[in-house]
């Protein structure tokens, strides 16, 4: 192969590439600009709606008897006789015998104190009768002077009238406590702890049972002070008779794997604030704790039952409820105006609970407030609303917000 062909089918080979590398420069389309957008955000809004609202404030306690005495024996003597009810957790009516003293030695007392009372009054008699025929003979013989009392017998006969009262006094006694080793329920109520049984010998003071009443049952409550601000009570001032409450308060518990509730009242406010916790405790009070109910499963609210309180507190004019997810910060909410455009805007928040806020003023109904969450914020930057549309704000019951 000559000189020649060696270099010219190279050159021709790259001849002919540039050549069509041109042709297809020449030949590509042209490329359309275009300008890079990106879409505003998609957000859900809340419609907020004014409504008057009904505050609550959660609580919960352990129920325990208006009252509880220690049944005390006043007499000495052996226990002869028990009630059946006398057992723990029997219940019982006012004035039943729930154990018998042997009596026989106040028996026996109330005849001797018969008789010395009986010999009392003879002594009385005796000596009216002397102090008579006295008066009579001084004044038939000394009518001009004034008699000595001793003559007249008048100390024999205070002595005589103190003596009948004593033994009369020692009979009413003697009677009071035969009286006692009957001992009587003082109200209606129900046996917690029994002490004593037949056999035993008891002295006075000596603790036979631990009872207390079931015509109310109540329950503590704490509540945090600055809770009290939606409730319509404080804490009583000295010399102020006490206010009575009107507060409603509905009581939950779970027994027996369902829930239950009771209806009560808020009865008082004690009157100390727990240095540590800050807790104004609120006293809850229920009618006949164990009265069965009509047509009810409904177990008593029996003493020791741990519950749930909500108590009804005051109401507010045009109050606002949010999710609190869509509380910025403490005080602040994103609204959405009619161009969909978002704002910041201050509230004024009334109460925060776990899931919502109560808001006072800050909206008005009709707006609407954002409800997802957002990485940059800018004020006026556009939103695009979800197409679910806007939620209604304010949908709670208007009766309560626990």
């Known amino acids: 192969m000559s000189k020649t062909i060696r270099i010219g089918v190279p050159l021709g080979i790259l001849l002919l590439g540039l050549v069509s590398a041109a042709l297809m420069i020449r030949s590509r389309p042209q490329v359309e600009r275009r300008e890079v957008s990106f879409p505003p955000p998609l957000v859900r809004v809340l419609e907020i709606r004014k409504q008057d609202l009904r505050l609550e404030v959660s609580s919960q306690g352990t129920v325990s008897p208006r009252t509880e005495s220690d049944l005390i024996s006043q007499v000495a003597g052996q226990v002869i006789e028990v009630s059946p009810q006398f057992a723990a957790g029997g219940f019982f009516q006012k004035n039943d015998i729930l154990i018998r003293i042997d009596p026989r030695d106040y028996e026996f007392a109330i005849a001797r104190l018969e008789a010395e009372v009986a010999q009392a009054r003879l002594q009385l008699a005796q000596e009216e009768g002397e102090a008579s025929i006295a008066r009579e003979e001084w004044e038939r013989l000394a009518k001009d002077e004034t008699p000595n009392p001793l003559v007249l017998r008048e100390p024999q006969l205070i002595q005589a009238r103190a003596a009948l009262a004593a033994a009369e006094a020692a009979l009413q006694q003697a009677q009071l406590n035969l009286d006692r080793t009957r001992i009587r329920a003082p109200f209606d109520g129900r046996i917690r702890t029994k002490k004593a049984d037949v056999g035993q010998y008891v002295t006075p003071g000596a603790l036979l049972a631990v009872i207390y009443a079931v015509d109310y049952a109540e329950v503590r409550l704490p509540v945090p002070d600055g809770d009290m601000a939606y409730l319509d009570c404080c804490i009583d001032y000295r010399g102020q008779s006490p206010q009575p409450l009107d ?36 006293v809850a009070r229920v009618r006949d704790p164990y009265s069965r109910q009509q047509q009810s499963a409904r177990p008593p609210l ?101």
């Not at 910041?344 to 409800?371: D, I, N, Q």
């Open 247 to 282: 507060l409603e308060v509905v009581l939950k518990s779970d027994y027996a794997q369902q829930e239950y509730t009771w209806q009560g009242k808020i009865v008082r406010v004690e009157g100390e604030i727990d240095p540590l916790t800050h807790m104004v405790t609120l």
């Open 302 to 402: 029996a003493v020791g039952l741990f519950v749930r309180a909500e108590i009804m507190g005051r109401t507010v004019q045009e109050a606002v409820i949010i999710p609190r997810s869509a509380l910025r910060g403490s005080d602040r909410v994103l609204v959405i105006d009619e161009n969909n455009r978002l704002h910041f805007r201050k509230v004024e928040v009334l109460k925060t609970e776990a899931e919502s806020v109560v808001l006072s003023g800050g909206l008005e109904g009709g707006e609407r407030v954002c409800l997802s969450p957002l990485d940059v914020v800018v004020d006026g930057m556009l939103m695009r609303l979800s197409q679910d549309g806007a939620e209604t704000g304010g949908n709670q019951d208007a009766e309560g917000l626990s």
